[in-house]
């Protein structure tokens, strides 16, 4: 039946945080590439802080990890290499600057176009790092990138 298939068998939670390398190497070379249940994922460390999104640009796949990280309104966001897409490290949103003609002297503002880049939780334990699989119950623009390149071995950049 179902249920006997697992039977004795020590099964790892399919959401079960996975260990993607030590906090010490990670501040260290302040960022990794990684998989978390086969999708590619990158950690940042930024500042005092842990942050892991998909690997692939939700624009069209660009390799974040080759990205800088500025800071825009006081959020980290990784700009991608490729055509410069600013993504906010801590809610994968992207954000990109707008014009309101209608002003007198109209400057360019930063707007958000909403979450677009697939963030991924992180936590430390015992200066251990885990990443957190996500929940896809909702999809997010980087999803296509992120299927594209697993299923895809030789999609490189
Ligand atoms: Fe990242 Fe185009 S692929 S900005």
Redesign the pocket.
Known sequence: DLCSSSKGAVEMEPDAPVYVGKEDDIKKSQRITTKVNDREVVVFYHEGKFYAMDAR??????PLRLGEIEDINGQPCII??????KITLETGEGLYQAINPMEPSPTPRWRSKGVKQRIHKVTIDNGNVYVSPPDLSVSLASDYYADKCKNNSDFTM
């Open positions: 640009c939700y624009h069209a796949g660009g991608c290499p490729w055509h410069k897409y």
